[in-house]
C-alpha cells in the first residue's frame, strides 16, 4: 500500500522516515479494519517487516552505478560548494537518500574500487595501493623514505564473486564504462562479471587525455575532440536502450574528475569569471605536514571538468526517464576517493575537512554516497549513519530481492534498514594505508568508533586521537588526554589488522634523517610555484596546451 503523503529526516544515527497519512484515508482504514481485522493486520505486519523489498513486483530491478574518480564530498555543489555547479548530481541526491557521513574504504582508489566490487576492506582483498605504484626498496631510493612499503596485490582475486559476477548469476545483463585500474589484460572487467567493457583496462587516468584521440584499447576514438567523459555517458545510454527489457547493471565509472584536468575554452571562461568574482585568497596553499594543500575552491578549469561531468550523468539520468526506466531502476552515487587538494593536479579544497585524496583525514576519505530506490527510498531523506563503499554489495543484493552473500561482502552490511528509515547496529570502522601517497599521505591505519577516530602512524608508532563531533577539522589531537580510550581504540585497530592478515611496512635501513630537512625544503619551493601557476589560470589571456582546445570543435 503506497503511503499519500511523506516527511524524511533524520535525527543521530538513526534514519527516521515519518509517515502521515490524510483523515479521509484513515477513516477508511478504519472502516476496513472493523470487517477484516486480522487480514488487514497481515498485510501491515508484512508491508512494514519485509526486509528483502524489490523495486518492482513485476521484474527485477535495474541498477545503475556511477563513480566519479578523485571526487570528494564538498566538490558537490548539495554538500556545500558554491563554486562548482553540479545541478544533475544536486537533483539526485535529493531524489533518493543522501548520506551525510559517507566513506570511501581508502584515500586512493585502486583499492576502495576493488572494495566496492567485493564488500571486502582493502586490508582483507589485498589491493591496498593504486596499481601501478612501486613497492619496498624501489619506492624508497626513488621517494627517500623512512619505510619499506609492503607489496600488495595487483589483480582483482579471481577467486571473490564480485557485484556484477553475483547478478549476472541471478540473470542481470552487466555492463562497465569508464575507469576500472583493477588490473592488467586477464583482469579487465569482462574477467570479472561484465558481459560489455567500454574503456576498462589497466590505466586509472585518461591515457591521451579528456578529448579524442586518446589511448584506450578498448574504447575507439571518436571524432577528433569528442569528449571522453561524454562518450562514456553515450556508450551507457546506448546499451542501457539496447536493454531495457531485462534487467541490467549498468557501472558507469567516469575517469573525470582525475588529472589531467582539462577542459573547454568556454567552460574555463565561465569559472575563469566566476573565480574573479570572489574574495581574493591571501594564499591558496598552506603547508600541512609533508605537501602544500590547496585551501579555497577557484579553480576554473577543474570546475569546468566537474561540470563536463555532471551533465554527462543528467544525460544518462534523463534517457532512463525517457525509456521510463526511473521507476524500477536503482541508482547509486559515489566517488572513489576525497577530493585532489595536494599531489597530482593540486585542483581543489575539501575544507572543513583536513587534507584529501591520499591523506590520512577526513578530506582523503569522504565522498557524494546517494542512493535512490524507487519504492524504497523517500526523496529528500537524508541519513548521517556512516557508511563506507563496502556497503554496496549487499545492498544492492537485498534491493534486488537477491539472497545475501556474506561469506564474500564480509565488511560490507546492507544499508536497506537506513533507506526504509530504521537503523543499523553500531560497528567500528577501519582503514589500511600502509604507503606513503602522492598527494602526502602517511602510512598509516585508522578506526572510527562512534565520534572518535584514532590514527595510527606507521613511520613512528604514534597514535592521534580526534573527536569528530567537536573537532570535523582534525586539529586537536586528544590521545594523551585521552590515554584509556587511545588504549583501547589502538589495541581494537591491532586486533581487526591480524584477523585481515593485514601486511604492514618495515624500516627503511638506508634511511637518513638529512631526508626530511629535504623534503621540506622541497615542499617551501612547491607551494611558491603552485601559488604563482594557480593564480594564474585567472588570468584573461592565460593559454593551456593548445590541445585542450580541440574540444571546441569535432571532425566527422
Known amino acids: 500500500m503506497k503511503p499519500t503523503t511523506v516527511e524524511a529526516r533524520v535525527t543521530g544515527p538513526e534514519c527516521k522516515v515519518e509517515s502521515s497519512l490524510t483523515r479521509k484515508c484513515q477513516n477508511s482504514v478504519v472502516a476496513f479494519v472493523s470487517r477484516a481485522f486480522a487480514a488487514v493486520l497481515l498485510v501491515v505486519f508484512v508491508a512494514l517487516t519485509s526486509t528483502s523489498p524489490t523495486v518492482a513486483a513485476t521484474r527485477k530491478p535495474n541498477i545503475l552505478f556511477i563513480v566519479v574518480d578523485d571526487y570528494g564530498v564538498k566538490d558537490v555543489g548539495i554538500e556545500g560548494s558554491t563554486f562548482y555547479e553540479t545541478p544533475n548530481i544536486d537533483a539526485l541526491a535529493r531524489s533518493g537518500m543522501r548520506f551525510t557521513q559517507g566513506y570511501s574504504s581508502c584515500q586512493v582508489c585502486s583499492p576502495s574500487r576493488a572494495s566496492i566490487l567485493l564488500g571486502k576492506y582493502p586490508a582483507r582483498h589485498g589491493i591496498t595501493d593504486w596499481i601501478g605504484e612501486s613497492v619496498g626498496e624501489t619506492f624508497a631510493r626513488q621517494r627517500h623514505v623512512k619505510l619499506l612499503v609492503p607489496e600488495y596485490v595487483r589483480n582483482l582475486p579471481a577467486t571473490d564473486t564480485t557485484l556484477a559476477e553475483a547478478l549476472r548469476q541471478a540473470g542481470y545483463t552487466t555492463f562497465f564504462a569508464g575507469k576500472w585500474h583493477l588490473g592488467s589484460k586477464g583482469s579487465w572487467p569482462e574477467d570479472h562479471g561484465f558481459d560489455i567493457n567500454k574503456g576498462g583496462w589497466d590505466a586509472g587516468s585518461p591515457m591521451g587525455g ?291 592478515g593485514a601486511r604492514l611496512p618495515r624500516p627503511n635501513p638506508a634511511y637518513q634523517e638529512a631526508w626530511a630537512r629535504q623534503h621540506e625544503q622541497v615542499a617551501q619551493a612547491l607551494k611558491a610555484r603552485l601559488e604563482k601557476e594557480h593564480a594564474s589560470y585567472l588570468n584573461p589571456d592565460w593559454q593551456p596546451d593548445p590541445a585542450w582546445w580541440k574540444s571546441l570543435t569535432t571532425e566527422n
Not at 222 to 248: M, N, V, W, Y
Not at 302 to 315: F, K, P, Q, S
Request: glycine letters at 10%; a neutral charge.
Open 210 to 500: 579528456y578529448y579524442s584521440p586518446w589511448q584506450n584499447p578498448n574504447l575507439p576514438n571518436g571524432p577528433r575532440g569528442e569528449s571522453l567523459t561524454q562518450r562514456l555517458a553515450s556508450e551507457t545510454i546506448a546499451f542501457i536502450e539496447q536493454h531495457k527489457d531485462k534487467p541490467f547493471l549498468a557501472y558507469l565509472s567516469f575517469y573525470a574528475v582525475h588529472g589531467p584536468i582539462q577542459t573547454t575554452k568556454p567552460l574555463w571562461s565561465k569559472y575563469r569569471e566566476k573565480a574573479t568574482k570572489q574574495p581574493a585568497p591571501a594564499e591558496r596553499f598552506k603547508l600541512d605536514r609533508t605537501l602544500p594543500v590547496r585551501q579555497v575552491q577557484d579553480n576554473p578549469i577543474y570546475a569546468g571538468l566537474i561540470e563536463n561531468m555532471d551533465t554527462a550523468m543528467g544525460r544518462v539520468l534523463k534517457r532512463l526517464d525517457e525509456l521510463g526506466l526511473a521507476g524500477n531502476t536503482i541508482v547509486c552515487f559515489t566517488g572513489d576517493n576525497g577530493g585532489v587538494t595536494s599531489g597530482d593536479s593540486y585542483s581543489s579544497s575539501e575544507l572543513p575537512y583536513r587534507g584529501g585524496k591520499g591523506r590520512q583525514w577526513e578530506g582523503g576519505f569522504r565522498v557524494p554516497f546517494y542512493i535512490r530506490a524507487p519504492g524504497v527510498t523517500r526523496p529528500g531523506s537524508t541519513c548521517d549513519t556512516p557508511v563506507i563503499g563496502t556497503d554496496f554489495y549487499p545492498t544492492i543484493l537485498q534491493l534486488a530481492g537477491l539472497p545475501l552473500r556474506p561469506q564474500q561482502h564480509v565488511d560490507g552490511v546492507s544499508l536497506v534498514p537506513l533507506l526504509h528509515g530504521g537503523r543499523i547496529a553500531p560497528r567500528p570502522l577501519f582503514w589500511h594505508y600502509p604507503h606513503y601517497g602522492n598527494q602526502g599521505g602517511e602510512p598509516s591505519s585508522i578506526i572510527r568508533e562512534g565520534d572518535w577516530k584514532l590514527i595510527h602512524y606507521w613511520e613512528d608508532d604514534r597514535n592521534e586521537l580526534y573527536h569528530l563531533s567537536d573537532d570535523i577539522g582534525e586539529q586537536h589531537d586528544l590521545a594523551k588526554r585521552e590515554p584509556g580510550r587511545t588504549e583501547r581504540l589502538w589495541a581494537e585497530l591491532q586486533t581487526w589488522l591480524k584477523e585481515t
